[in-house]
């Protein structure tokens, strides 16, 4: 493997809100499971060295699409940049239907087959993503409410999952442990009740944003009481939602605080304008990233020799 990735391509990935270096790591460890122990031996064995080929990028499916540069960076860390002539033909957060060609790489057939399935495994997933996110925000557009992710991601796979959330016009929730707090109903055991969690997060981190998990609307006057920046409403009613929305905009007319509320739990697509209705500000969806269907993306080789 190269394992270098071309001046255009890091770009690319930098303007789409990318961590060269993540992405690199990804890649790498995607490409070892394939080629740890020694190259593709079907492709050597039946492509002769020289020989060079068009792949043609196409989608068998309606989506939106994210992963682009990320494909490209898997056949440029195989043979190198120098090798491939590439064009981009459908950007990551554009919606594409069936038959759009999404990119075309002019390279070495061995690069090309060698890449193929690793290339496909990250776009399709990533565009999977998109495209799950997408139909959120598409169901809640009448609304103020924004569809955002959790942390029930893919080992290894978080930032480029989170990425693909934003290219389907989602937001991101927390992206680790400690860049915000969310204090879940095992912390209120384990710390006495709602007020005494929230107390000791502020009290070891005053800079961040602290989260409380309330299932009962008396739980969620104490959250508001102890000073949370965020309630999440786990698993309520559409009738609690709003009753929740009130007293958070009781608490902003007396105390001048707007805190922001996050409907999850037991949510479904059909139900998306109901909640956004209510007025809460997120709904968070786990399985845009846990459980998503791959966009079907198949890749089409022309011979050019």
Not at 52 to 57: L, N
Not at 179 to 206: P, Q, T, W, Y
Not at 219 to 248: E, F, H, W, Y
């Amino acid at each position: 493997m190269k394992n270098v990735l071309s001046a255009n391509t890091e770009r690319l990935l930098e303007e789409r809100g990318l961590v060269v270096d993540e992405v690199r790591r990804v890649v790498s460890l995607a490409l070892d499971e394939d080629l740890a122990h020694g190259p593709d031996i079907t492709t050597e064995a039946t492509v002769p060295a020289l020989h060079r080929s068009r792949a043609r990028f196409v989608s068998r499916q309606n989506g939106r699409l994210a992963g682009v540069p990320v494909a490209i960076a898997v056949f440029e860390m195989i043979g190198g940049a120098d090798t491939l002539s590439v064009q981009v033909r459908k950007n990551d957060g554009e919606d594409v239907r069936a038959g759009d060609v999404v990119l075309t790489i002019d390279g070495p057939t061995r690069v090309l087959l060698t890449g193929e399935r690793t290339a496909l495994n990250l776009l399709g997933h990533l565009s999977g993503v998109a495209t799950a996110t997408s139909q959120w925000a598409n169901a809640l557009h009448e609304t103020a409410t924004r569809v955002r992710d959790t942390r029930k991601t893919i080992p290894g796979l978080r930032a480029l999952q989170k990425y693909a959330v934003r290219c389907g016009g989602g937001v991101n929730h927390r992206m680790s442990l400690s860049d915000a707090a969310l204090v879940k109903d095992n912390h209120i055991v384990a710390a006495g009740g709602v007020r005494e969690a929230f107390g000791l997060v502020r009290g070891r981190a005053s800079d961040i944003a602290v989260e409380i998990e309330v299932d009962t609307l008396e739980q969620m006057q104490v959250a508001l009481d102890a000073g949370a920046d965020l309630i999440l409403l786990d698993n309520m009613s559409t009738n609690d939602m709003r009753k929740a929305v009130s007293l958070a905009q009781q608490h902003r007319e007396s105390t001048g605080k707007e805190v922001l509320l996050e409907a999850s739990g037991g949510l479904t697509i059909e139900r998306a304008a109901e909640v956004g209705s209510t007025g809460v500000h997120f709904v968070s969806i786990g399985a845009l990233t846990h459980s998503v269907t791959v966009l079907d993306i198949g890749l089409d080789l022309e011979d050019l020799v």
